[in-house]
C-alpha cells in the first residue's frame, strides 16, 4: 500500500475483518475462492507494512527481502491463475468456462515472464514519495495488458453480474492508478482492489444463501 507501515498494518486488520465476516456468508462451496480474495488482500498490505518497516530499517531506500518476494509471488504469479480460476469455479456457461481457463493460461505465462524474471533481476522494493514501487523486469511492461486480461477479462465474461461489477471496478481503480502513478502500479492499484472487497462483503450479506441461479446470480 502506498503512504507508510501504519496504513499498511491498519488497512490489512480492516480487510482481513471483512474477509472473515465474508466467508460465513458463502454457502456455495465453488464461490470460496473468490470470496477468500479479500483475505489474500489483506496479506498483501501485511507484507506492504513489513517491507516498510525493513526500509526503515536499513536506512536506506530499497530492499529485497522474502516479504519483498512473497508479495511479488502473490501480485504477479499468484492473482493473473487465481482469479481466472476462481471465478470458472461457478460460472456454469461452458463458452464461458472455456474462455476463462484460456486466460487462467494466459496468467500462467505472464506470471511466469514476471516471477522468473523478478528473480533473474533481483526485483526490489523501493520507496518513492510516500510509496512502493517494485522494478518490473525488463520488458515486463509488455506484459500490463496480457496481466489485465488475465485478472480482470475473466471476471468481466462472468454471468454473474456480482463478479462482473467487481471487475469493472477492479479495471476502475487500475486506471486510476495509472493516472495517479503509473510506476506505483503494482503497489497501488492492488491497494484499491482490496478496498473493494468490501463489495464482496455487501454482495453475500445482502444474499447470504449466494445460490446459483441460471443464467446469472442473484445481484
Given at each position: 500500500?502506498?503512504?507508510?507501515?501504519a496504513?499498511?498494518?491498519?488497512?490489512?486488520?480492516?480487510?482481513?475483518?471483512?474477509?472473515?465476516?465474508?466467508l460465513?456468508?458463502?454457502?456455495?462451496?465453488?464461490?470460496?475462492?473468490?470470496?477468500?480474495?479479500?483475505?489474500?488482500?489483506?496479506?498483501?498490505q501485511?507484507?506492504?507494512?513489513?517491507?516498510?518497516?525493513?526500509?526503515?530499517?536499513?536506512?536506506?531506500?530499497?530492499?529485497?527481502t522474502?516479504?519483498?518476494?512473497?508479495?511479488?509471488?502473490?501480485?504477479?504469479?499468484?492473482?493473473p491463475?487465481?482469479?481466472?480460476?476462481?471465478?470458472?469455479?461457478?460460472?456454469?456457461?461452458?463458452?464461458?468456462?472455456?474462455?476463462?481457463?484460456?486466460?487462467?493460461?494466459?496468467?500462467?505465462?505472464?506470471?511466469?515472464y514476471?516471477?522468473?524474471?523478478?528473480?533473474?533481476?533481483?526485483?526490489?522494493?523501493?520507496?518513492?514519495?510516500h510509496?512502493?514501487?517494485?522494478?518490473?523486469?525488463?520488458?515486463?511492461?509488455?506484459?500490463?495488458?496480457?496481466?489485465?486480461?488475465?485478472?480482470?477479462?475473466?471476471?468481466?465474461?462472468?454471468s454473474a453480474?456480482?463478479?462482473?461489477?467487481?471487475?469493472?471496478?477492479?479495471?476502475?481503480?487500475?486506471?486510476l492508478?495509472?493516472?495517479?502513478?503509473a510506476?506505483?502500479?503494482?503497489?497501488?492499484?492492488?491497494?484499491?482492489?482490496?478496498?473493494?472487497?468490501?463489495?464482496?462483503?455487501?454482495?453475500?450479506?445482502?444474499?447470504?444463501?449466494?445460490?446459483?441461479?441460471q443464467?446469472?446470480?442473484?445481484?
Open positions: 500500500m502506498c503512504f507508510n507501515a496504513a499498511s498494518f491498519g488497512s490489512a486488520v480492516v480487510i482481513g475483518g471483512i474477509g472473515g465476516a465474508t460465513p456468508l458463502v454457502h456455495d462451496r465453488r464461490q470460496i475462492p473468490f470470496a477468500s480474495l479479500p483475505l489474500i488482500f489483506c496479506v498483501h501485511l507484507l506492504e507494512g513489513v517491507v516498510w518497516m525493513q526500509i526503515h530499517a536499513a536506512g536506506g531506500t530499497t530492499v529485497r522474502p516479504a519483498v518476494e512473497v508479495w511479488l509471488l502473490i501480485a504477479w504469479v499468484l492473482l491463475v487465481l482469479i481466472p480460476l476462481s471465478v470458472r469455479w461457478f460460472e456454469p456457461d461452458p463458452r464461458r468456462r472455456n474462455l476463462m481457463l484460456g486466460l487462467a493460461g494466459l496468467g500462467v505465462l505472464v506470471g511466469a514476471l516471477g522468473i524474471g523478478s528473480m533473474v533481476w533481483s526485483t526490489v522494493a523501493e520507496a518513492n514519495r510509496h512502493l514501487e517494485y522494478r518490473i523486469p525488463a520488458h515486463g511492461w509488455l506484459m500490463a495488458i496480457p496481466y489485465v486480461a488475465a485478472t480482470i477479462g475473466p471476471m468481466l465474461a462472468s453480474r456480482f463478479v462482473v461489477r467487481f471487475g469493472l471496478a477492479m479495471l476502475g481503480a487500475m486506471a492508478t495509472v493516472v495517479v502513478d510506476k506505483a502500479f503494482s503497489s497501488m492499484w492492488c491497494f484499491f482492489a482490496a478496498l473493494l472487497s468490501v463489495g464482496l462483503y455487501l454482495h453475500y450479506a445482502r444474499s447470504p444463501s449466494a445460490k446459483l441461479r443464467p446469472d446470480l442473484a445481484a
